[in-house]
């Protein structure tokens, strides 16, 4: 007589995990154009509003465009509501170009594999002829989208000088700034009895007199520099006193 012998079944769960895509699948420009629309929406809408916004349908391209302007920090998506960002805000509120080109930088470097790739090749001639097999082989670009990413990346260089008439790549404004040597910060001494001495207000006259240089009878350029800051504003008529004061207010909130 035959035995059956008893069969054990084993249930085998495979899990397969998304490939991250570290890159943009859109330029910076229609990313850029993208958060504008949610900015004009009240700076937080839905896809669907952003869509109608644009004249776009909500679709699968749209979806990478969306996605895009994440990675460059434009705007967050959180549960199909789209917000700018403080970086976006930052561009947008700019006081000055020099201001408004290193946030843009900021932004366009934001990718990961941009950011890599810029970093690799600093001071450096960039390969520009195999920047795609670069892309593919060494970054796991999709093959079919290597030329397209190629283009976006190198149009960012040139559009925010990270790339000069050489192909060499250029220290961004940014990271100019924050490599510079900086001026030492003054040493509060403490008064008897362990109670911090005041800090002292920002002179406006003192930064006036110090960053001010006339250039006509009636303009002036103001130089501030300081951490994270470095600026010139330039002055013509009465109104532009108000930028100055915006600049100087900023500067006195690093006291308080």
């Known amino acids: 007589m035959n035995v059956l012998e008893p069969i054990t079944i084993f249930e085998l769960n495979i899990i397969i995990m998304p490939k991250l895509i570290d890159y943009p699948r859109a330029s ?3 990313s850029k154009e993208l958060a504008d629309a949610v900015d004009y929406l009240g700076g937080s809408c839905s896809v669907e509003s952003c869509a109608d916004k644009m004249g776009l349908k909500v679709s699968g391209s749209f979806s990478a465009l969306i996605a895009s302007a994440t990675k460059y920090a434009l705007i967050d998506n959180s549960r199909g509501t789209l917000t700018t960002t403080q970086l976006y805000k930052d561009i947008k509120l700019s006081y000055t170009d020099q201001e408004r080109l290193n946030n843009f930088a900021k932004a366009f470097l934001a990718p990961s594999l941009f950011r890599k790739v810029y970093d690799r090749f600093l ?4 390969p520009i002829q195999m920047l795609d097999k670069l892309f593919i082989r060494e970054f796991e670009v999709d093959q079919d989208s290597a030329s397209r990413i190629k283009r976006y990346f190198i149009d960012g260089l040139k559009e925010f000088l990270l790339i000069n008439e050489k192909n060499v790549l250029v220290p961004s404004p940014d990271s100019e700034k924050h490599d510079s040597p900086q001026k030492e ?4 001494e403490e008064e008897p009895g362990n109670n911090p001495a005041p800090i ?3 002179n406006s006259a003192a930064i006036l007199k110090e960053n001010v240089m006339q250039r006509g009878e009636n303009e002036f350029v103001i130089h501030i520099t300081g951490p994270s800051m470095d600026s010139k504003i330039v002055l013509k008529e009465e109104e532009d006193l108000i930028i100055l004061e915006a600049m100087i207010n900023k500067i006195k909130k690093r006291f308080l």
């Open 123 to 126: 001071g450096k001639e960039l």
């Open 28 to 30: 910076f420009k229609n």
């Open 200 to 202: 002292k207000p920002v």
């Open 185 to 188: 910060e003054p040493v509060f």
